[in-house]
């Protein structure tokens, strides 16, 4: 199948430096690492505002191809843990659909999580989480 769209990012230098969007895209970002004292976008973020962003306007393409109202909000929080070896990254998505029955929004949110690339990659990972919540918590508990 041919590709829809890509698009080359490049990093020369690890957490220090820039990474950097190749052609006309023009995207270029300081970058650092959460556990480090230094100016930067990090990992964590980059990984939320993917999963918010790609996941939260998959929701609505299928509630606009329900007829329904698009109606969501997403909030995700990455934190990064020790693992056995290194670290990992803990992924809790909350997802806020407050003109929708419990029930039928958490059926636009498994269609979703089968159509969104993003949440294809992650939502098989054990700590990895989405959540239908009614307001959004500072504090997700592990597997809400």
């Given at each position: 199948?041919?590709?829809?769209?890509?698009?080359?990012?490049?990093?020369?230098?690890?957490?220090?430096?820039?990474?950097?969007?190749?052609?006309?895209?023009?995207?270029?970002?300081?970058?650092?690492?959460?556990?480090?004292?230094?100016?930067?976008?990090?990992?964590?973020?980059?990984?939320g505002l993917a999963l918010?962003?790609?996941?939260?306007?998959?929701?609505?393409?299928?509630?606009?191809?329900?007829?329904?109202?698009?109606?969501?909000?997403l909030r995700v929080r990455v934190d990064i843990e020790?693992?056995?070896?290194?670290?990992?990254?803990?992924?809790?998505?909350?997802?806020?659909?407050?003109?929708?029955?419990?029930?039928?929004?958490?059926?636009?949110?498994?269609?979703?999580?089968?159509?969104?690339?993003?949440?294809?990659?992650?939502?098989?990972?054990?700590?990895?989480?989405?959540?239908?919540?009614?307001?959004?918590?500072?504090?997700?508990?592990?597997?809400?």
């Amino acid at each position: 199948m041919p590709s829809l769209y890509h698009t080359f990012v490049q990093n020369h230098n690890g957490l220090t430096g820039t990474s950097f969007v190749e052609g006309n895209e023009g995207l270029a970002l300081g970058v650092s690492s959460s556990l480090l004292k230094e100016p930067g976008t990090n990992p964590e973020q980059f990984i939320g505002l993917a999963l918010a962003t790609c996941f939260n306007a998959t929701i609505r393409i299928v509630q606009h191809r329900q007829h329904q109202p698009e109606d969501s909000q997403l909030r995700v929080r990455v934190d990064i843990e020790h693992d056995t070896i290194g670290y990992r990254f803990v992924v809790h998505a909350q997802i806020r659909m407050p003109g929708y029955a419990p029930a039928d929004a958490q059926a636009i949110i498994d269609q979703a999580l089968d159509e969104c690339p993003v949440a294809k990659l992650l939502k098989d990972n054990e700590t990895v989480h989405f959540a239908l919540v009614d307001e959004f918590s500072d504090e997700p508990q592990l597997g809400e």
